[in-house]
Structures are given as structure tokens and as C-alpha cells.
């Protein structure tokens, strides 16, 4: 028998016992390298590749077998050389199964959505204070707890009509509290982590938001208010330093100076120069 007639009692085996298949289960139709080939994985990947595209040339059951035999003996020939363990080979695989994977993985709505409240938040700054109570990501379940207990006794007392800027000074964890009152100014989008941003943009004026979980531990908010975005300034400054304890000489010393400076970046002297010798 030559090798066309060989592959020909082959397909046709495959494709000629419907009956015994129903028997047998899974007839093995050929061994290739001492693997056992079955009729549902020849007709799986028979169909699967004979139906790609209608201007892909369509083969017969006896034409695709050879393919196939020739298929199943490079892979064994592969395996063999220990080609599929090459890092090189490893790399490439993951690059085609990253491929592949990215588009099950990317929700479109999803994205899109968040593209619309991204662009929604841009349009508007918000002005909050808050309260932090500092717990690790990973804390314990009873160290979690204890943050959230107390966060959410801050809460009540807000609630009830206690000063936000007290309540910040006495529990805030955040160290500018003490000079703040807890105090953040305006800030949009991308500017703080995601839940606290949320948890602004969706508290109304003058409310305060419910406690929320960041990765520096639990929050309350007062959002103070809202107002279009204005955009982002760029500024420069020079500062004399003068302290509360310093004697009124000195004070009055630092004030003459920065006058001086002042009506030198009048008279058109360059700002950065001054800053550079004086600041």
C-alpha cells in the first residue's frame, strides 16, 4: 500500500465507523510516536481548521490527515530536542497567550464607563477636609476592626453637628491635622487615591461622607465645596524667613527686605535671579 492509499484507509476509518464510535466511546484511528490519536480529537481539529475562513482552499478528511501526521510528528520531534523548554521559546508563549487573553480580560462598558467618570470628575473641583485613622492593608482582622470602630465614632459625632476642624485636631492620624484642622483645598481627579476621590465627588455640599477604606487606613470626608475646574497655576515664590519668636527687630529686618525684593521685581529684575540670591 503506498502512502496515499495508506492516509485514504485512515481518514476513512475515522469517518466511516459512527456506529462503533457510539460502542467504543473514542476509537483511537492512528498512533503517532507511541501517542494514540482519537476520532474526536482528529474530527475536533479537522473542523476546527477546515472552517477558519471561505477563502482558505477547503481539504478533505484524506488530505487534512497527512497534515495532521505530519503536525503530530514535529511536535513529537520538538519535545524530543527539548525545544519546549528553551526560555526563549517559554517567552514567546506567554507573549501569544497574553495576546490572546487581553480581550477576555478588557470589560469594553466597563472601561468606557470609567472613561465618562474620569471625564465627568476633570470638570469640577471639589474642597474637603478629613479625618484618617491610619491601619496597614494587611492589618489583622481585630487591628481592622478597632480602626473601624473608632472612625466610625468620629462619624457619629459629625453627624450629630460636632465641629469637623475640632474633630480633626483631637483623632485625625494625618500629622498636618494639627495645623490644618484637616483641611485638603480643592483637588480633581487623579489627584488623591480612588476610593477617597469617589467617596468626595458622591458626598453632597456640606455632608459627610460614610467611612471609607484606603490603602492608609479609614476616612471620613466633609466636602465644604464644588466648583468648575479652573484649571491648574504655576507659581513661583520668595520668602524671608521671620518666626513667631523672633524679636521685633528682626520681624521688622525681614519685612524692610522683602519690600526691597518686591519693588526690585517691580522695577523689572528677574524674578528667578532674586530668588535665587534671596529666598
Not at 475515522?14 to 482519537?38: M, R
Request: hydrophobic share 35%; aromatic share 10%.
Amino acid at each position: 500500500m503506498n502512502k496515499s492509499s495508506f492516509f485514504m484507509s485512515l481518514a476513512m476509518l475515522a469517518f466511516i465507523l459512527p456506529a462503533k464510535a457510539q460502542k467504543k466511546n473514542d476509537p483511537v484511528i492512528l498512533t503517532v510516536e507511541k501517542e494514540n490519536v482519537t476520532l474526536s480529537e482528529f474530527e475536533a481539529v479537522y473542523n476546527k481548521n477546515n472552517n477558519v475562513s471561505a477563502n482558505v482552499e477547503q481539504k478533505t478528511p484524506a488530505e487534512y490527515m497527512e497534515l495532521f501526521i505530519n503536525y503530530k510528528l514535529k511536535v513529537k520531534e520538538a519535545e524530543a530536542l527539548g525545544l519546549d523548554t528553551v526560555e526563549s521559546y517559554k517567552q514567546e508563549l506567554q507573549g501569544y497567550l497574553k495576546q490572546l487573553s487581553d480581550p477576555y480580560l478588557v470589560d469594553k462598558q466597563y472601561t468606557e464607563d470609567m472613561v465618562r467618570e474620569a471625564y465627568d470628575r476633570l470638570q469640577y473641583d471639589v474642597k474637603a477636609s478629613h479625618v484618617l485613622i491610619r491601619v496597614e492593608e494587611d492589618a489583622s482582622p481585630e487591628d481592622t476592626l478597632k480602626a473601624y470602630k473608632k472612625i466610625t465614632e468620629i462619624y457619629n459625632k459629625a453627624k450629630a453637628g460636632a465641629d469637623f476642624g475640632d474633630l480633626a485636631i483631637k483623632n485625625s492620624e494625618d500629622p498636618s491635622a494639627k495645623q490644618n484642622r484637616g483641611e485638603l483645598g480643592y483637588f480633581t481627579a487623579f489627584r488623591m487615591v480612588y476610593p477617597f476621590e469617589s467617596a468626595a465627588y458622591n458626598t453632597p455640599v456640606g455632608s459627610v461622607s460614610k467611612p471609607v477604606r484606603t490603602s492608609f487606613g479609614y476616612h471620613i470626608l466633609k466636602v465644604e465645596d464644588k466648583r468648575p475646574e479652573i484649571g491648574e497655576i504655576r507659581a513661583a515664590h520668595i520668602m524671608v524667613a521671620s518666626k513667631a519668636g523672633d524679636g521685633k527687630d528682626l520681624q521688622i529686618n525681614a519685612e524692610k527686605k522683602i519690600n526691597e525684593i518686591y519693588e526690585r521685581v517691580l522695577a523689572g529684575e528677574d524674578f528667578g535671579q532674586l530668588a535665587r540670591m534671596y529666598s
